[in-house]
């Protein structure tokens, strides 16, 4: 998408300055979309085994963190209307930070549904 971001964008008829919009927030997501790959497995793992409370936290928190974030960059003048965008990263890094602790802490485990595999039901 980074190579093609100006023929995926011209695709959906836009021209000019939006056409230019368009094409520096997909070359942005292209660079950082690792960071949500990351984030979505771990996440699905987490639901899977039925941890669904601590993932609502953790997708809350993003959300939070991302207003803020975008709030205070805008505020600041370090951001324009980029801040739409740039703060998604920042967000997920956060919900990353949630989810790998609940991972390795193996709170997870004692969920209802592992705990039904692990006893053969």
Same mark, same amino acid.
């Given at each position: 998408?980074?190579v %093609? +971001?100006? $023929? ?5 008829? =836009?021209?000019?300055?939006a056409?230019? &919009?368009?094409? *520096? !927030? ?9 960071? %949500? +790959?990351? $984030? ?5 793992? =987490? ?5 669904? &409370?601590l993932? *609502? !936290? ?5 959300l ?6 975008? $709030? ?7 951001l ?23 991972y ?18």
């Amino acid at each position: 998408m980074y190579v %093609f +971001a100006e $023929y995926a964008i011209a695709f959906f008829g =836009l021209a000019d300055d939006a056409l230019q &919009i368009g094409v *520096s !927030i997909v070359r942005f997501i292209a660079t950082v979309f690792w960071l %949500f +790959a990351v $984030y979505i497995t771990v996440s699905g793992l =987490l639901q899977g085994a039925g941890d669904t &409370i601590l993932m *609502s !936290i953790a997708t809350l928190s993003a959300l939070v963190i991302r207003i803020i974030t975008g $709030y205070a960059a805008v505020g600041l003048g370090w951001l324009g209307p980029e801040a739409a965008w740039v703060t998604m990263p920042i967000g997920w890094v956060v919900a990353i930070l949630i989810t790998f602790i609940r991972y390795f802490s193996g709170g997870w485990k004692k969920k209802a549904v592992v705990g039904k595999l692990k006893k053969g039901i």
